[in-house]
């Protein structure tokens, strides 16, 4: 976006001039700047020496074409200096979408192009820094939300403060921590830069306990109409001793959020089912997780794991609550971190997706 103050008559006339552009240096125009007064002033001092007009006159018009020219070429000069000038000040009150016009192939040129780049990098981070705080209050919610339930059913004597219920707040605390530790280099995702830390596990009872604190969470909700209890979740995992090669936490991160997405859009006494089954690769995993909801329309599969995405009204079941439009966006970085793959795939009735990893390298 190319921004400029609002120019004057020899503003508007040096852009329909703008004779400077095809130079390629400021001294180069600086010397035909020099070359033209010099030139202007003899023409003048020879028409006095052959006409009847007075050498003083001649002086004086000499002296106001070359203030004249000096103007309008120091106008030009200065141009891109007020333009930046004008963007820092938007830049300082937080408004990184504004450049400078970057067409000149001369010094102030290549600096109104390294300007623009600065700008669009500070936009980035500026981006990033929005969308790392959202990141880090969406993956905060479930473990939160897990943890309050437990103690609120200890605290209205739903159920007795026994070893196994403060083992799963336990648990909960647990993974909080993690989490608050994990997500502080969530930008370093984009980079590809967060370390795995892969290991082989079984994948019946690890993925049973992260339906367990998902349908804690889910039960709970970030807020009233985000509860759903009525919700069934089922697990199928063939064969019952399958193992997979991953990083459990970040694989916990897909399977949270893919089943609280699915979970949110279900209708009411829904049914969602996590079906894993062996890949191609030694230890690699398939995985699916279906809803029974309205479905994801085709031409917005290309776009649900983008951030902030939310897809349209029609997809919300009866107690979602929009969410964040993250869920997706994190579980697709979880995947790739492991090199694998994420998507919608074809049901016949509500949404299936699809994620692959690849397991142990051969």
């Given at each position: 976006m190319t921004v400029c103050p609002r120019p004057s008559l020899l503003g508007r006339a040096w852009e329909a001039l703008r004779p400077l552009d095809?130079?390629?240096?400021?001294?180069?125009?600086?010397?035909?700047?020099?070359?033209?007064?010099?030139?202007?002033?003899?023409?003048?001092v020879f028409v006095a020496f052959r006409s009847a007009t007075g050498l003083r006159i001649i002086t004086v018009f000499s002296i106001i074409a070359s203030l004249l020219i000096t103007q309008f070429v120091a106008h030009g000069l200065t141009?891109?200096?007020?333009?930046?000038?004008?963007v820092t000040r938007a830049m300082a009150h937080g408004d990184y979408t504004r450049r400078v016009r970057d067409g000149r192939r001369d010094e102030f040129g290549d600096l109104a192009h390294a300007f623009n780049r600065m700008a669009a990098d500070l936009e980035a981070v500026d981006t990033h820094r929005k969308e790392l705080v959202a990141n880090v209050s969406h993956e905060l919610r479930t473990p939160i939300a897990g943890l309050r339930a437990v103690l609120e059913n200890v605290v209205d004597g739903v159920s007795a403060a026994d070893p196994e219920t403060m083992r799963t707040a336990l648990?909960?605390?647990?993974?909080?921590?993690?989490?608050?530790?994990?997500?502080l280099d969530l930008s370093r995702l984009d980079n590809g830069v967060v370390p795995l830390h892969a290991r082989g596990f079984e994948v019946w009872p690890y993925l049973a306990q992260v339906l367990k604190e998902t349908s804690i969470a889910c039960g709970t909700g970030a807020a009233p109409r985000a509860a759903r209890k009525d919700v069934h979740l089922h697990l199928d995992v063939s064969p019952p001793d399958l193992t997979a090669h991953a990083d459990a936490e970040r694989l916990h991160q897909v399977v949270a959020n893919l089943v609280e997405n699915?979970?949110?859009?279900?209708?009411?006494?829904?049914?969602?089912?996590?079906?894993?089954?062996?890949?191609?690769?030694?230890?690699?995993?398939?995985?699916?997780?279906?809803?029974?909801?309205?479905?994801?329309?085709?031409?917005?599969?290309?776009?649900?794991?983008?951030?902030?995405?939310?897809?349209?009204?029609?997809?919300?079941?009866?107690?979602?609550?929009?969410?964040?439009?993250?869920?997706?966006?994190?579980?697709?970085?979880a995947v790739d971190l492991h090199g694998g793959s994420i998507g919608v795939a074809e049901s016949p009735r509500g949404c299936r997706i699809r994620v692959t990893l690849p397991g142990r390298a051969s």
């Open positions: 095809p130079y390629r240096s400021v001294k180069a125009a600086l010397g035909w700047l020099v070359v033209g007064s010099v030139v202007i002033t003899t023409f003048l141009a891109p200096l007020d333009e930046m000038t004008e648990q909960q605390t647990e993974r909080l921590g993690r989490l608050v530790e994990q997500l699915a979970v949110r859009h279900s209708p009411p006494h829904g049914r969602v089912t996590v079906r894993a089954r062996r890949g191609e690769g030694p230890q690699s995993l398939d995985l699916e997780v279906l809803d029974e909801g309205p479905g994801i329309p085709p031409a917005e599969r290309h776009r649900v794991f983008e951030r902030f995405n939310r897809g349209g009204s029609g997809q919300h079941g009866p107690g979602s609550d929009g969410g964040t439009g993250l869920g997706l966006a994190i579980a697709r970085w």
